[in-house]
């Protein structure tokens, strides 16, 4: 069965630092991965998809940025944290693009920048 | 525009009984997949059920039934003989064909009183 894991489950960074969440996906090949954010309270926003190694599309400028060196790795970056980065991240991956493909969601991480 | 809708911010219900969550949505795409995530505390995103626009019949898993009225264009979640561990956010989703994201609503917060 697919599995998929993301860490650390929690972040406590200083405005300015850099950031680096990891996520892999385990039992599948060429997924769809995906980024999500969610603020206190709110839904979630996409923030980046990638269909294949180094394929990155961006839905909402910001500081951050997303890379895909491996089939099954993804990971979220910033070179210089924001208070509004703030949130709950969530990685994700899906089987493909089509209406019936189910967005499975790893554990997510909190990050908080102080 | 808002393409998911879920009106009820806040419910409650009684252990045992059943509560009907609500979601509307907006698509000119035919072909289109509706999905409903449980948040608990923890923060995972736990995929409950799935329901796609051909389907002709309400889908169902355990406890989870979707209850798909096309031409309402309505996708409401009822959970039956409801559990303390129940009470968590839930959110309704919606996938359309060939698209990278799934659009997700605001949530609904369910508290299942004992």
């Known amino acids: 069965s697919q599995t998929i894991h993301q860490w650390p489950a929690t972040l406590v960074q200083p405005v300015g630092s850099p950031l680096s969440l990891e996520c892999t996906v385990e039992g599948t090949s060429n997924p769809n991965l995906y980024w999500y954010r969610q603020a206190a309270g709110r839904g979630l926003q996409l923030l980046f998809y990638s269909v294949g190694i180094g394929q990155i599309s961006s839905e909402v400028p910001q500081n951050l940025s997303a890379s895909r060196p491996q089939d099954r790795q993804f990971i979220l970056s910033s070179k210089k944290l924001l208070l509004s980065d703030s949130g709950f991240y969530l990685c994700?991956?899906?089987?493909?693009?089509?209406?019936?493909?189910?967005?499975?969601f790893g554990e997510g991480s909190w990050l908080t920048v102080v | 525009a808002q393409k998911i809708t879920q009106t009820q911010p806040g419910m409650f219900v009684q252990e045992k009984e059943a509560v009907t969550l609500d979601c509307t949505y907006d698509t000119s795409d035919p072909s289109y997949g509706l999905f409903w995530y449980k948040q608990p505390s923890s923060g995972e995103m736990i995929f409950l059920i799935y329901q796609g626009s051909y389907d002709q019949q309400n889908a169902t898993e355990g406890r989870y039934s979707l209850n798909f009225q096309k031409a309402r264009k309505s996708a409401n979640l009822v959970i039956s003989a409801s559990q303390l561990g129940d009470s968590a956010m839930y959110f309704c989703a919606m996938r359309e064909g060939g698209d990278n994201d799934m659009r997700f609503g605001a949530g609904t917060r369910l508290t299942v009183k004992p």
């Open positions: 994700a991956w899906s089987a493909g693009s089509t209406a019936g493909n189910t967005i499975y």
